[in-house]
């Protein structure tokens, strides 16, 4: 007979489309990862009262709340879930912590580098987690378990780049995304944050940059693009580049990554596949396999569904949950974490301030 | 005020990796799809009382069965899901039929004609569906959008192939799939239906055709591999193979449509995108537009993630029930249902025929 | 000090877009493979004066002459090469042959197999090649190297396929390729015939076929389309389909072949690479290898360009001549000869058979 | 009676792997381009005369000479070409120019500015031509075509990177490619300088920019990377990577180009194709055309072969200079020459400067 799940009461804050990704994965986490815990959508809160009703039924909450203090307050809420804009982070995960929460915080971890810290501080003896998800896509862990394996020898490049379109649509200036007062920055905070915390997390730790930043739409105080050069405290030579001005790309993460034993390449637009060449192949063999990521023997395989048979952008949510909810009940590490978090607003603020002097910064 | 649904008790029979994909239908339609029904995952049923719990818990069913024959029955279940071996499709489908209830069954319909008729006769009034999942890809209904809407002109042909490995696994030789008396048939049933039904969906009808089976597997009674040449009744030339010996390829569903103005690509390992060609566009401008078929203005785009986000496997079965539950709420056609089934069946039928005659046969 | 060459006048009978290809080989072989032969572009024969002079002075032959009967004849002719529409290839081979020449011709051999075999008699005892160019695509040849070299293991499948779009053009449809007349078929002939001699260099020989023929066009008397199914004497079960209706393909000569060690996949239009999967590999590194087939260590490698840098249609002519004089050298065996050009006209005319009869033919 | 065409006889220096190329373009040039010159491979000049005589026995070259100075000064010779290491560029090309001749020289132009100027002024009223052959890519003058027909609206970002693996082979760290006082630099004479090249011809000028290089191995005094970020003067951001340890790349120059009404990709190992995105398309059709820039109205594409038969890397050396000497007879411009290659030149110093100093460097 199989032992009793704990059950954990998750308080969601936001009910955008992110928070419907968050809550996907929380209904559907038991039924693809072995995990001790019995999830329950406890209750979702956010401004808009007309769809938060809507948003509530159709996913499955028990409870709706209006604010957010009185919500992670409350003694039935095990996990308080952050899913609205950047500057919203710090202070709700600030009082989530006090309240002795497991904290789960939406990407960028916060909006400077004295509140990541604050942020990190405050949770550093809870369970907690940033969704950095893109780590879960199968190729990417695939990439970090051959990396780790030696697979590529010394890395010479890491090569990143984050388009989408998403600013040449005017609509969509006008969301909280593209204010200052909200996001804190604009593709540096949006699009570049998944890219260096996939370098981080690929490669290791960047210990100088140098950057540009532009805006092309008139109006704006943030961000459009960032280009940034770097060198990775191992020696590895970085570059960067994410752009909102990406026209034709929708979801257009993606590097390229050269070692002295082989190289790697991956697009988000064609998440299930992951190129790799060997260099220890004989000569005539010698070649960039298109590798399906759908198993056997990858990252989540087993999972989800039979080798050959896709998955999508939801589950690198469901699997990060999978990890973060194993780790827990083996009192393991998991990340990204707020440190993975933090780590990653430092380098967005030295990359802003690279920008700023056109210097290099040490970090 | 949100109008209230109507419940809807399943009973599912089966509770293997196919019945894992309809299940998860099951719990996930409502969350992408505005449907005026409330699913409740009420009875699953199996032979094997020990996964058969561990499967419940999982997936969140309130009940579980031993017997389909008394489950199909029961007063309180409204629809009767059949996830089992081919061979047991007829015997439920008509109890449940005659019992009342909605029927869904897995592909093929059936082991033969006869059956089909027999079922297709007895579902006449009750909604009905066979989960030819792969329509509801997105990139294959728009492509049914596209040939319908005429950018295809004339088709002179469709070229379909399914191609997995299956076949080389021995351990695969044991299972039901592979034995006569359970499936009726081996690559034909297997896969080779769901290219008909897609062959039947975008070009029409199969008016004659010429085929040939091989096993090249010892002591196997059913076809490994199956290649067949057609006629559809507009003319278009088809033709069609499949096999489990198609090493390097898991799930590996095809096709190219070529017409008068334009023609189409599509691979179920790559299943986000359609290779479309048009020949209306200027010669230097003319090529094949790799599109992302994850919106805007693409089939289902609005129900799942945002343009460029993509989706997978179990899609297609939640974007199934989506339609059906949508056509039924409205009185309106929803496709594959039975009939359907049973026009597949009798491709598959021919199919056997010929290749057994090794002449043309008429439909 | 480097050998005198010996001196090879060169006849060519054709002055067409093939005629181009081939003599562009005739000038650069010499160049790119160090063969013991200096070849003189010494006389080309056409009907057409005009256009003849312009094309002799461009490609620089020394002379012109405006009958073939005379030019094969001359004594200080060593090598015929045939590029005429098919239906005068018996006529100029068989009297190149009688003089004694060294006879080159385009594929396919003839118009019957009656002419084909009459053509190979005639020049059993003096070196003969067909163009089947495409047997020298770099990768086509790695395709073989490897398949001999037992990578593939035994060949479950040989799935091939050539299509173009030439047919929708009612201008090309007034020359001499749609006319039963001069090119004997349509895309059996024109297409196919290349697909056909692509396998049994890769697989071996067909045992039997059933086929179809299809004329979309109104008032041709050629087939527009064909599709086989066949079965090779080792066991390989063999499809093949060519079309002049493949809208958007230019030059789409492609395969795939499924052995129990791995599979290939090709397509001309690509023709620099080739895909590879190596079931022997670790699970988790299964997956294609798109291989840039460029060196090192492919055939033509060291005669071109460095690894990296491609090469394009033109090359397969030359590579054929390469390999044709380096075997004339070393009094060794050459393929595709005349006897292979009849071997594919057998499988012609055996395919035109069982499209009339819509039977099996056994060859 | 075509007009006799005016004899141009040639001088080449050098007889390398870069000498092949250009020496092949002299030998297909007319047979492919309606030029009003006859060229006439005249003499071939190089330091080592067993090499020398095999390489003119094999080119077909009339003469050999093994020293340059009286070579150039010949009063039979036109042309002459330059294929030498770049640190012979300027000696060379200026006594060329001193003595009259049509001047061809080898990229980069030179090993500094100054060099670069004083050739630039000596050629200014002769004919002169940089071997940036990438320029007559078909896919690349397409792009430019395209992008000059405001296909791409305002141009936002120029991503440019070109990768080999040449750097991890100690063989051929000993080559003069790898010595500072024979190339100048490295990575960036080697490969940036072709895609400096290219962002000029498809962007325009470069106002400021920032870079830094970086050498791998041990014992090298030039740069085996170089990163660049950089500004256009028309507003364009510009990113630039070279490495000479892009482990599994041969020869991969690649742009992508993002602007406001669509955007283009290319890939030098699959350089007959023109990735592009057509922001004016319907919603629904928005996606990347994979162009095969073979035909028809294409770049060249009436000079080598039908539609779909491929072109290799020769054919931009063919294609450069057929334009070139079109440009002559027409007293046209032709792009690029010595003043491109100044252009280039300057940049590159600039990219030396920011590197060595870590700051942005205005040009």
């Keep these: 007979m199989p032992e009793a799940k704990r059950r954990m009461n998750i308080a969601m804050i936001g009910s955008g489309s992110i928070a419907r990704a968050h809550c996907n994965a929380f209904l559907q986490v038991g039924r693809f990862f072995d995990v001790p815990f019995s999830l329950s959508t406890k209750v979702v809160c956010a401004r808009d009262r007309s769809k938060l009703e809507a948003f509530a039924t159709q996913w499955g909450w028990a409870e709706t709340a209006l604010e957010w203090q009185s919500t992670v307050d409350r003694s039935d809420v095990d996990v308080v879930d952050i899913a609205v804009p950047n500057t919203l982070h710090a202070p709700i995960a600030i009082a989530a912590a006090k309240a002795g929460k497991i904290v789960l915080c939406e990407k960028p971890l916060a909006i400077s580098v004295e509140e990541a810290e604050q942020m990190t501080t405050v949770v550093r003896d809870l369970p907690n987690l940033v969704w950095f998800n893109y780590?879960?896509?199968?190729?990417?862990?695939?990439?970090?378990?051959?990396?780790?394996?030696?697979?590529?020898?010394?890395?010479?490049?890491?090569?990143g780049s984050y388009f989408n379109q998403s600013g040449i649509d005017p609509a969509k200036g006008k969301t909280w995304r593209y204010q200052k007062s909200e996001a804190g920055s604009g593709a540096i905070g949006d699009l570049l944050s998944h890219l260096l915390d996939t370098a981080r997390d690929l490669v290791g730790e960047i210990s100088e940059l140098s950057s540009m930043t532009h805006t092309f739409a008139a109006g704006r105080d943030v961000d459009d693009a960032v280009l940034v050069t770097s060198r990775f405290a191992n020696g590895t030579l970085g570059s960067f580049e994410a752009?909102?001005?990406?026209?034709?790309?929708?979801?257009?993460?993606?590097?390229?990554?050269?070692?002295?034993?082989?190289?790697?390449?991956?697009?988000?637009?064609?998440?299930?596949?992951?190129?790799?060449?060997?260099?220890?192949?004989?000569?005539?063999?010698?070649?960039?396999?298109?590798?399906?990521?759908?198993g056997p023997d990858h990252p989540s395989s087993s999972n989800f569904w039979k080798p050959g048979h896709l998955i999508g952008y939801e589950h690198t949510f469901i699997a990060t949950l999978g990890d973060f909810l194993s780790a827990l009940a083996q009192n393991g590490d998991f990340h990204a974490n707020f440190q993975d978090g933090l780590e990653t607003q430092k380098l967005m603020s030295a990359i802003q301030i690279s920008a700023t002097s056109g210097r290099w910064t040490r970090l």
Tied chains: 1, 2, 3, 4.
Excluded: C
Excluded at 139 to 151: P, Q, S, Y
Excluded at 246 to 265: D, T
């Design 135 to 159: 780590r879960r896509v199968p190729a990417i862990a695939l990439a970090k378990r051959w990396i780790e394996e030696g697979r590529l020898g010394k890395i010479f490049h890491f090569r």
């Design 243 to 294: 752009s909102r001005f990406g026209v034709g790309r929708r979801n257009g993460l993606g590097f390229e990554i050269y070692g002295s034993k082989g190289s790697l390449a991956f697009d988000l637009e064609d998440m299930n596949r992951l190129k790799f060449f060997d260099a220890g192949d004989p000569p005539a063999l010698q070649a960039t396999r298109d590798v399906l990521v759908t």
